[in-house]
């Protein structure tokens, strides 16, 4: 089975935007979300007018900041202190990587934790961990959607998450371990390991989000595991009218017919990722996660 994430992510966008109407209707709210990118990384620039885009599809209100590259932290944390206080906006969206000069961890933490959909902030990393109510990263959450909606048991199964970024794998490990989101059995695995293949091996559901294109071979998963490919990596194509191509970090033609289940790149993970953010910031006009 080929998980057609993009199918997925429209049936949830589709959910969001009934929900944002009806949020309209009853209750006069406009869910409305900040994006700050500070620099010209072709890569974010596209992230966030994706982003954009959604918003104006969902009837959501937005702003983007877009800040050239010598923008002080000072002056970055000025505009998050802005949009923390500003009544219209219920999710602030700082845009990583950041410049060098500009310190990543005290940013976030400027974010009001109530209003950070990215689900960064150490207070809903805490609350993740501790199984409390709070914002799940949207990479993460995107991929225990789709597990969860196309019908693939997580409870009892030995998940494999490749790669230990504060962005996906260690959050995917514990919303899966958590016993009322996933009930797995979660092991970490990492460049640190001296054979990665030894633990891939064992996963019945295997992510890989290790950033290296076309990193995971067949030799490299048990027959019938279930596999989740999380890398969005560049490579030149000479054939391609930019010049680069997309390619995961699972070599799918080579894994595809050993898995049971996996998801495509372009077409995967990715587009869940945006359908989750909307998602968040939805929740955070209703009131649903702080009140
Ligand atoms: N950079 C890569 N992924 C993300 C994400 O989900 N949110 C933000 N803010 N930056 C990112």
Do not use: W
Not at 25 to 50: D, Q
Not at 214 to 224: A, I, S, Y
Not at 230 to 242: C, F, M, P, Q, Y
Not at 249 to 254: G, L, M, S
């Amino acid at each position: 089975m080929i998980i057609d994430g993009k199918k997925i992510s429209q049936q949830i966008l589709l959910e969001v935007k009934e929900e944002t109407e009806k949020l309209n209707r009853e209750r006069n709210i406009v869910p409305g979300l900040a994006f700050l990118i500070v620099g010209e990384n072709p890569a974010s620039l596209s992230y966030v007018k994706s982003k954009g885009k959604a918003c104006d599809e969902m009837g959501f209100f937005s702003v983007t900041e877009k800040l050239p590259p010598e923008t002080s932290e000072t002056q970055l944390l000025r505009l998050i202190e802005q949009f923390n206080k500003a009544k219209r906006i219920h999710g602030i969206l700082v845009q990583l990587p950041l410049p060098k000069h500009i310190n990543e961890e005290k940013i976030i933490e400027a974010i009001d934790f109530r209003k950070d959909v990215d689900g960064f902030h150490p207070i809903n990393v805490g609350k993740l961990v501790a199984g409390q109510k709070c914002f799940l990263p949207c990479t993460p959450s995107g991929i225990y959607e789709l597990l969860l909606r196309s019908n693939i048991e997580t409870s009892g199964k030995h998940v494999v998450v490749v790669g230990r970024s504060n962005i996906v794998g260690k959050p995917i490990a514990n919303i899966l371990l958590q016993k009322q989101s996933g009930n797995a059995i979660v092991t970490i695995v990492h460049t640190g390991a001296k054979d990665i293949s030894h633990f891939t091996k064992q996963a019945d559901i295997l992510i890989v989000a290790i950033g290296k294109p076309n990193f995971l071979t067949k030799e490299m998963v048990k027959q019938h595991a279930v596999v989740i490919d999380v890398g969005i990596n560049r490579v030149e194509d000479l054939s391609a009218k930019t010049g680069y191509k997309i390619v995961g970090d699972v070599d799918f033609e080579n894994v595809k017919n050993a898995a049971s289940a996996i998801t495509p790149v372009p077409g995967g993970v990715g587009p869940m990722t945006i359908a989750m953010l909307m998602k968040n910031t939805l929740l955070s006009a209703m009131g649903e996660i702080y009140k």
